[in-house]
């Protein structure tokens, strides 16, 4: 049997959607859109939340929201998706990478204070495969300086943390801005698609403006007037659009979301069970004040374990296993070897590099067959005995 790495769950409720938008005659940003955006606001608990094309652009956008411009510099870190580099790249800034935690993925918030300078314009911290990173010592760090913190949360919807004895989805946000993707590889998927969340009506209102042109009235407004309405754009802006075919796509998997995270979370706690006495692979542990959507199973070389990276997952591959390595590093990639183009906090990125090639990522996704997790299992199992020998 092969399994595949990750399989979007589209069924009838999709495609009912989509076919009623096709019917409607209205295909681009409209009802679907604005619907999609209070259902997806109201699902992780943000007051505001704004579609756009893809996560890419929303976090440029999220960091021309700041005030982020030619010449400054913004800390992330280095071990995520390029997007998230690229995304400070293309706002005119220039990325400073710090090293993250190795349980979480996350920003080390000590490394984020060691990086900071009178340069940095804010900071850019990632829930990695869906994993919260510490929000709330970056939080610490960024508010003692005034800095302004942008999530992406591109994997991240439907996972929480414990604030004050309550779980809080994030996204709330729980910085400034935090920014969601749709593409098939994440929880929820439009085909494409993007999400910003804020708690500002004033900072909701600008980046509605400025996904369309800057056009001081929407077009759906202007259709909708029984007087002569003139539009006008008020700043250089660009189209970064969803579409209502993408939104509806979306909804009625945001409206199962609950049922989505506790499906995805079983399949995690089997493969825990799986590898409790493993010699070549550990299960990644959850802490106590965060709960995981496991938009990817990341699965931990042990130190001591006799097979590297590299034969773990050519011996699940020649079983029928899709697998990755680790998150990959920014500063690791051709795109970056320009030095000039970025600079690295203090501490380095150790464990960047110690987690790219000591990952191994299993297939996870919601509407996996018993017989697909058992498939990956027993290849787990036959991996065990070539650890052992
Ligand atoms: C997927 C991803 C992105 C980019 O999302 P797109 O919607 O594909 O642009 C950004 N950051 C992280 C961490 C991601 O995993």
Known sequence: MNVPLVRPDLGE???EAVTRVVRSGWVTQGPEVAAFEREFAAAVGAAHAVAVSNC???LELALRLVGVAAGDEVVTVSHSFIATANAIVAAGARPVFVDVEADTLGMDPQALEDALTPQTKAILCV??????CDIDAILRVARARGLPVIEDAACAVGSAVLRD????????????????SFHPRKVVTTGDGGMITTSDAEVADRLRRLRQHAMSVPDTVRHTSTRVVFEEYIEPAYNYRMTDLQAALGRPQIARLDAIVAER???????AAALAEHPVLRAPQPRPNARWN??????????????????????LLDRGIACKR?????HQE?????????????GGLRVSERLRDGVVMLPLYHGMTPAEQEAVIAALRELAERGRS
């Open 13 to 15: 409720a999709e495609i």
């Open 56 to 58: 890419t652009v929303a």
């Open 165 to 180: 004895g309550r779980w809080e989805r994030l996204g709330r946000p729980h910085g400034d801005l935090a920014c969601f």
């Open 127 to 132: 829930h990695q495969l869906g994993i919260p």
């Open 326 to 330: 680790g998150v990959s590093n920014a």
């Open 294 to 315: 496991w938009q990817t199973y990341a699965a931990f070389l042990r130190d001591d374990a006799r097979l590297g990276q590299v034969e773990v997952l050519q011996f």
């Open 265 to 271: 979370t079983r399949l995690a706690e089997t493969y």
């Open 334 to 346: 051709p795109a970056y070897a320009d030095r000039s183009r970025w600079r690295a906090g203090p």
